[in-house]
């Protein structure tokens, strides 16, 4: 994936600050979110794998104390693991996404990456030549969702 933009730069600066001073049960949601908008790449290609799903799960889990940090941990090494195991574009980065989310539990920087596999799953599922407003669209509307968690406190 090198060389990929993997976010719209406008809203990606942003993000960067609002998940810096965001609580990080609240961050893990967010990501379990971002990476649930994309899981459906993942699927298409690998439909009986439900490790990225279980680490969407992980993440959830977690917020709500009903798993320990080393258990979503290891979903989120699971669902890497299942990236590996696929071979389009869309896929990896939808996997990448869900493993981040459940690693938000571990480290709340996580949730930034899995933001950003999100929007890159979905610039790879996306029809030629609409890369670049499908990334936009999804910044955005990870931008906005983020706001619209952080103002329910």
Same mark, same amino acid.
Do not use: M, W
């Given at each position: 994936m090198a060389g990929w933009k993997l976010? $719209?730069?406008e809203h990606d600066a942003a993000i960067a600050v609002l998940t810096a001073v965001t609580d990080?049960?609240?961050?893990?949601g967010w990501a379990a979110d971002c990476a649930e908008r994309v899981l459906?790449?993942?699927e298409t290609v690998a439909?009986? $794998?439900l490790r990225p799903r279980?680490?969407?799960a992980a993440a959830r889990a977690w917020i709500h104390g009903e798993l320990k940090m080393t258990d979503a941990r290891k979903a989120a090494f699971a669902?890497?693991?299942?990236?590996? $195991?696929?071979?389009?574009?869309?896929?990896?980065a939808a996997a990448r996404a869900c493993g981040h989310a459940a690693?938000?539990?571990?480290?709340?920087?996580?949730?930034?990456?899995?933001?950003?596999?999100?929007v890159a799953s979905a610039r790879a599922s996306a029809a030629a030549g609409d890369e670049g407003v499908v990334s936009k669209r999804e910044s955005e509307w990870q931008y906005q969702h983020l706001l619209a968690l952080r103002s329910q406190l």
């Open positions: 976010t $719209d730069a990080h049960k609240l961050l893990a459906l790449s993942f439909a009986e $794998d279980a680490a969407i669902a890497h693991t299942a990236a590996r $195991d696929v071979n389009t574009t869309g896929a990896i690693a938000t539990a571990h480290v709340a920087e996580h949730a930034i990456q899995a933001a950003r596999y999100a």
